[in-house]
């Protein structure tokens, strides 16, 4: 079983629409999580920390369960923008800066 | 945030030859660094993570003869594939942290294509 697993997509959404993602991850003793945003061909960005109490950040609301070991995104009023791969990402237990990537969800807004 | 500058950004080599990649910390002190390497529609994978003054510590099935890693300073970083096959042709990406950051920084990555 992969460390962090996403559904690889495409999602194919209209803009304006509402779109969500769901990530899980195999180690309960993972500490952080975050979901990163990368264009083709480009470095991963970072789009937002995932919180247990959930934190949203304008149009993105990010939610943690740990009890389940999933991570979601939800992106409200989609715009043609957003278009990207949306990676889920889980710090190794033992540091706060080995990141391990789920294979991302690709994301197409369409007119 | 803070700023990684990788070079080059993209590279076309012959089999056989060797590659250098640089990652660098503009702006702060990279204590550790990571390299990662994304083939088409997979993952990043890590590869190696690298302290300062010490030898990087590879990830299984990444062998530490082909890929050199250099962390010689506070502020670079380099990984130098050897004896570049077409099969490493990828996305090769680096990452630093500092023990005062709370997250990693990326560099915008090098494609490598070797033909």
């Known amino acids: 079983r992969k460390e962090v697993e996403q559904d690889p997509g495409p999602f194919n959404v209209p803009e304006g629409a509402t779109v969500a993602f769901n990530c899980t991850y195999s180690?309960?003793?993972?500490?952080?999580f975050f979901w990163y945003r990368q264009d083709c061909r480009k470095e991963p960005k970072l789009l937002m920390s995932?919180?247990?109490?959930?934190n949203e950040d304008g149009r993105f609301t990010a939610q943690l369960n740990r009890a389940s070991q999933y991570i979601s995104l939800l992106i409200r009023d989609s715009k043609l923008s957003d278009s990207a791969t949306y990676l889920c990402?889980?710090?190794?237990?033992?540091?706060?800066?080995?990141?391990?990537w789920g294979a991302g969800t690709k994301l197409i807004i369409k007119p | 945030g803070a700023v990684v500058s990788q070079h080059p950004s993209w590279v076309i080599c012959k089999s056989g030859t060797s590659v250098k990649i640089e990652c660098r910390s503009l702006?702060?002190?990279?204590?550790?660094m990571f390299w990662y390497r994304q083939f088409p529609k997979q993952s990043l994978m890590l590869m190696a993570t690298?302290?300062?003054?010490?030898?990087?510590?590879?990830e299984q099935g990444v062998e530490k003869d082909k890929f050199l890693i250099n962390h010689a300073s506070l502020t670079l970083s380099t990984l130098t594939v050897t004896s570049a096959h077409p099969e490493d042709s990828s996305f090769y990406i680096c990452?630093?942290?500092?023990?005062?950051?709370?997250?990693?920084?990326f560099g915008q990555g090098t494609r490598l294509t070797v033909v």
């Open positions: 690298s302290n300062e003054g010490s030898k990087a510590t590879y």
């Open positions: 180690n309960s003793a993972s500490q952080s």
């Open positions: 995932v919180y247990s109490s959930g």
């Open positions: 702006d702060f002190q990279a204590t550790t």
């Open positions: 990452s630093a942290g500092d023990r005062g950051l709370t997250e990693a920084f």
């Open positions: 990402v889980v710090t190794r237990p033992d540091s706060n800066y080995q990141l391990i």
